[in-house]
Nanobody, 117 residues
């Protein structure tokens, strides 16, 4: 069983920054995709950023130019640097990983991000 542990959420003012971390219980190389999703109240879960099978990094349209996805293979951890935060970025942010073998999808418990003055 894979565990994904997120951290770094919190309350921040508009225009501020936060950095989310997601630590996996096994090597990132065992995943064919890994990234961040978010779900705001009353809305569907949406992709924020992540890497896909070919290694490319994809971003949701609403965060391009403001958020940066990165990974540290040695720590089995992926990050989401969020800059120029807006109130509409308020959501629960989830880490997701899809295993190479079997295509099993794993989710973290979520971390809350609130952007408010």
């Amino acid at each position: 069983q894979v565990q994904l542990v997120e951290s770094g959420g919190g309350l921040v003012q508009p225009g501020g920054s936060l950095r989310l971390s997601c630590a996996a219980s096994r090597t990132i190389y065992s995943f064919r995709a890994m990234g961040w999703y978010r779900q705001a109240p009353g809305k569907e879960r949406e992709l924020v950023a992540g890497f896909s099978r070919d290694g490319s990094i994809n971003y949701g349209d609403s965060v391009k130019g403001r958020f940066t996805f990165s990974r540290d293979n040695s720590k089995n951890t992926v990050y989401l640097q969020m800059d120029s935060l807006k109130s509409e970025d308020t959501a629960v942010y989830y880490c997701n990983a899809i295993a190479v073998i079997g295509g099993v999808s794993y989710w973290g418990q979520g971390t809350h991000v609130t952007v408010s003055s």
